[in-house]
């Protein structure tokens, strides 16, 4: 089993900043894909970016890369997820999803295993 927890949402105003962490412990060997999805109520989960950890290869939702990133120099087992320049409607709750196989995509994420309890952003104007 794979543990995750994320961390680091808040409110911010539009324009502003914020890095999410997620944490991943127990059977870690399992977790070489990571990803970060949101969803805000009433609609379909997105999303947003993943890592596949053994190599550090990233790909990112097509409306994602501009203002969000996954830093190079996170800790082991841990997916950080930078985003800068913020929108209201960037606000969701975001979660950590991992799976052990790859290919790991950035689609709605049902085929992750793995999911953390969310973080909420807020983005107000």
């Known amino acids: 089993q794979v543990q995750l927890v994320e961390s680091g949402g808040g409110s911010v105003q539009a324009g502003g900043s914020l890095r999410l962490s997620c944490v991943g412990s127990g059977d870690t060997y399992m977790a070489n894909c990571m990803a970060w999805f949101r969803q805000t109520p009433g609609k379909e989960r997105e999303g947003v970016a993943r890592?596949?950890?053994?190599?550090?290869?990233?790909i990112y939702a097509d409306n994602m890369r501009d203002r969000f990133t996954i830093p190079r120099d996170s800790a082991k087992n841990t997916l950080q997820l930078q985003m800068d320049n913020l929108k209201p409607e960037d606000t969701a709750m975001y979660y950590c999803a991992a799976k052990r196989y790859f290919p790991c995509g950035v689609g709605t994420g049902d085929e992750y295993t793995y999911w953390g309890q969310g973080t909420q952003v807020t983005v107000s104007s």
């Open positions: 890592s596949y950890m053994p190599s550090g290869g990233t």
